[in-house]
């Protein structure tokens, strides 16, 4: 099934999971309030338990840090 996924995907289903989870976070941090959530409880509401690698993957995957993400504070539709 693996294999299976892997060619079909072009990932293996964890690094796809991982992948899904960390667009996910993304998204929660663009749409949150700096005053009101912190990284940390973004991370580890999507399964980033060491958020020290969650912002190494954040910033591999979307040139920026997560807390530069967090303080762009909520956008608006049309915007980012």
């Known amino acids: 099934m693996q294999y299976a996924f892997a060619r079909h995907a072009g990932t293996t289903p964890l690094a796809y999971l991982r992948r899904v989870r ?9 749409a949150s309030d700096p005053h009101t959530v912190s990284v940390a409880s973004v991370a580890a509401r ?4 060491h958020p020290g690698r969650f912002a190494a993957a954040h910033l591999r995957e979307y ?4 807390s530069g993400t967090l303080r762009g504070g909520p956008r608006r539709a049309g915007r980012g």
């Open 46 to 49: 999507w399964g980033f338990a």
């Open 22 to 30: 960390l667009a996910r976070a993304h998204e929660e941090l663009r």
């Open 63 to 66: 040139g920026v840090p997560p």
